[in-house]
């Protein structure tokens, strides 16, 4: 067999494989339903409502790191006025990390925003984004808590301790002012035995357990039916509370008065006296809406 018959041999093989693989493909596409293509989301972390205003596109974005609170909200809003005159649906997310914090803060993805002041003092969203606060929870205290004794503030009595913190490095009661307690105290976190948590409750659930000795959190009416009280040593008073900011980036009163309106009344209805003491930030009763000074951190 000559050079030219080879060659032609092996175009005529490459060219039958390749009809055969597109009539083998064509046939996949007839006897394959689509729908059985389309994967059920296996973790949902938003819910979307729609205003009366139905062909407005815009969306009013919120974010919150409770999807109850997200939920909530999300339908209040929809049913308001004001805000289906300037949006067509309502977006509620939700994230229990503080990474999902960090994103929404950082980019400015959100409307409205329920976070530590810290958090957005860090990215400056106050001056990048005119986030500005519409309701804030009381001030707060953190706490190292024991269920067996009086935690003290010496170097000796934490080295051979059981300690559990918060695995977020922005949580001032459970992470940063336990390790500035730590640090002042001149011990070296190496040398201590710390169990990372994701989250205030598994904390109590650890010390509860016997898993540690010690959480650093901030005490809740409910933690007397778990702890004594006498057990609990404070580590830092007067720490700013959580955070309602809305992204006035227009001179939106109108729907920052609204906002704030449906955030009082939804603190109403909070089983823990924590959220029930919510403040505004915004006097909305005179037709010159106003910030209502010396509110701040009080």
Known sequence: ??????????????AFLFLLLLVTWICGQLTVNNDDLQFPVMIKTSTTCQTTATSNTSELIVF????KIAKLLTESLCGDNVVAKQYGSVIGYWGYRTADSLEFVGKGIADLILAKNNIMAAFRAESTYNYQPVVGFSNYTAFFISSKEKPRLTKQYFLDKRIGLLDYPTSRSGHILPKQTFKELDINLANLKITYASSHNELRDLLADGK??????????SDATRFSKN?????????AGTRWYFKMQQ????????????LLNMSKDQTLHYYQNVKPYW??????VSFIKGLGDE
């Open 231 to 239: 057990y609990i040593t404070p580590l830092s008073n007067n720490i």
């Open 283 to 288: 006097s909305c009763n005179t037709k010159s």
């Open 64 to 67: 919150t790191p409770s999807k």
């Open 1 to 14: 067999m000559n050079f030219k018959n080879i060659m032609l041999h092996k175009t005529t093989v490459v």
């Open 212 to 221: 540690v000795d010690i959480i650093a959190s901030f005490w809740k009416e």
């Open 251 to 262: 001179n939106n009163t109108d729907l920052l008065c609204a906002i704030q309106s449906h």
